[in-house]
């Protein structure tokens, strides 16, 4: 897996809870505004709110993804081998 791979997994596993925990209280409070949901005020309300948690979840995952970015360009581990030959020459006793 590649870096980018793996940022974007992160980016799309914090897209899914957001989403899925709007789904669950959609299954459970939907029925309050199902039916007339422009003449109902909580309506209004819940909108607001979903709206809020997009908001403020995207930007928690975006500034995870960077955090992770950052930990990662100061962490970089060099793959290459590197050799070191001793050329001094020991003298026989």
Do not use: C
Request: proline share 2%; hydrophobic share 30%; aromatic share 12%.
């Amino acid at each position: 897996m590649s870096e980018q791979e793996l940022l974007d997994n992160i980016y799309k596993r914090f897209q899914t809870t957001m989403i899925g925990a709007l789904a669950r209280f959609e299954d459970s409070f939907g029925h309050i505004w199902e039916n007339e949901p422009d003449n109902n005020p909580v309506w209004d309300t819940w909108e607001y709110t979903r709206n809020s948690i997009l908001n403020n979840g995207n930007k928690q995952a975006r500034s995870a993804i960077d955090d992770i970015k950052k930990f990662l360009s100061q962490n970089k581990v060099n793959n290459k081998y590197t050799y070191k030959f001793n050329l001094r020459q020991e003298k026989d006793v």
